[in-house]
Nanobody, 119 residues
Framework: VQLVESGGGLVQPGGSLRLSCAAS????????MSWYRQAPGKERELVAH????????NYADFVKGRFTISRRNAKNTVYLQMNSLKPEDTAVYYC?????????????WGQGTQVTVSS
């Protein structure tokens, strides 16, 4: 199983970035996909998640209206479009795949990609 994030980098306040997470080794289309982030000295927090078919999305209040999560099951990829970035968005962003089958829970993480918002 692999989740490989890309697209992070340094951007000025007000700018945009698009993160991608390429998945392999599991049936991507059956998993809920999420983006989390962790800033230095802080706990990891949920940013957004999207249902397996892509029809349902949810966002943390601090990114609503600025970030958009999407997925392309044919490409085994989930995206996070980040607009109007703020310095407080600076963090390592992680991709997560999870699925529950009865009592069993399957939970996978990527290695993270750094996003730095600074002038």
């Amino acid at each position: 199983v692999q989740l490989v994030e890309s697209g992070g980098g340094l951007v000025q306040p007000g700018g945009s970035l698009r993160l991608s997470c390429a998945a392999s080794g599991f049936t991507f289309s059956t998993y809920v996909m999420s983006w989390y982030r962790q800033a230095p000295g802080k706990e990891r927090e949920l940013v957004a998640h999207i249902s397996s078919a892509g029809g349902i999305t949810n966002y943390a209040d601090f990114v609503k209206g600025r970030f958009t999560i999407s997925r392309r099951n044919a490409k085994n990829t989930v995206y996070l479009q980040m607009n109007s970035l703020k310095p407080e968005d600076t963090a390592v962003y992680y991709c997560n795949a999870n699925r529950r089958v009865g009592a069993a829970k399957y939970d996978y993480w990527g290695q993270g990609t750094q996003v730095t918002v600074s002038s």
